[in-house]
């Protein structure tokens, strides 16, 4: 059955393969167009019934049930130490929230937690813009048992971040923080995040940039290879950005890593 919350966000679910509305049914959500069901029987959406995390030491370890209990915060900083090269401590999770704060404080309707895991920016996003206003995402079903857990309060669906279950312009800002180098199809995800936000909106990330240095280029390329993740130079990610229909308003590199905010032009630009 649907739980409260889910309830309130209706109007902005849509089907994640063909984008029409969704109507209720005793068990979950069914698209009004293609037929579709969309299950709630384990207490949440699940917007991905059939399609599985990609393989790699990286997403295994996103999903199983013993280590995503650990992954606060050894893992991940051992993580932005590694790929990130922050070994000076130039981005402390202070900072991280201190950006989102300041760059979606003038942000209004429906927020997406993309790719949310434990909730370590989930919960940020609550406490700053209030918990009626945030959804979480995630494919794993591990992390979605976790954050449920964590936080009561959350609206959270399993889904997939090529098929974003929103309406177009549905969302007034996406945040996807330490996970675009982990999902598959980064440039398709971001078009994914161009069609659901509205014109306006904001979509703000943390993920790695490419080092310039070939000699840690070479480690991080390994860590790359055994965890089936990547880095990115700004300049991809601009094009990227671009091609969605999302204009660049900051951007700042500590260490190995890209902080960005991006807006939600009227149109987006031919790809």
């Known amino acids: 059955m649907l739980d409260h919350l889910d309830t309130r966000y209706h109007h902005a679910f849509a089907c994640p393969t063909c984008h029409a509305p969704l109507a209720a049914t005793g068990d979950g959500l069914r698209c009004q ?3 579709r069901d969309y299950p709630a ?3 949440y959406l699940d917007f991905a019934p059939a399609i599985a995390m990609k393989s790699g030491l990286g997403p295994l370890y996103m999903q199983d049930p013993l280590h995503v209990t650990r992954y606060e915060p050894a893992t991940r900083d051992a993580f932005l130490d590694i790929m990130g090269e922050n070994w000076d401590h130039d981005l402390t999770p202070e900072s991280e929230d201190d950006y ?3 760059n979606l404080s003038t942000t209004d309707g429906l927020v997406l937690d993309l790719a949310c895991g434990a909730g370590r920016w989930t919960r940020t996003l609550m406490r700053h813009l209030g918990s009626e206003r945030v959804v979480g995402l995630d494919l794993s079903v591990a992390m979605i048992d976790l954050v449920r ?3 009561p309060d959350l609206c959270v669906v399993r889904g997939t971040a090529l098929g974003l279950p929103f309406a177009d312009g549905s969302l007034g800002a996406v945040n996807c923080s330490n ?3 982990l999902l598959p199809d980064p440039r398709d995800v971001l078009v994914e ?3 659901c936000l509205r014109p306006g909106g904001l979509f703000t990330a943390f993920t790695f940039r490419r080092a310039d240095r070939p000699a840690y280029r070479h480690f991080q ?3 790359e ?3 089936n993740v990547r880095a990115f130079t700004t300049a991809e990610l601009t094009t990227w950005l671009t091609s969605a229909g999302l204009e660049l308003v900051d951007l700042r590199t500590p260490a190995g890593m890209v902080l960005l905010t991006a807006r939600r032009v009227a149109e987006p630009s031919p790809r």
């Open 33 to 35: 167009a293609c037929g």
């Open 41 to 43: 029987t384990t207490g």
């Open 100 to 102: 989102l704060r300041t």
């Open 149 to 151: 857990t964590a936080l």
């Open 179 to 181: 996970a675009l180098q």
């Open 193 to 195: 995040v161009g069609r």
């Open 221 to 223: 390329r390994k860590h």
């Open 225 to 227: 290879e055994t965890f």
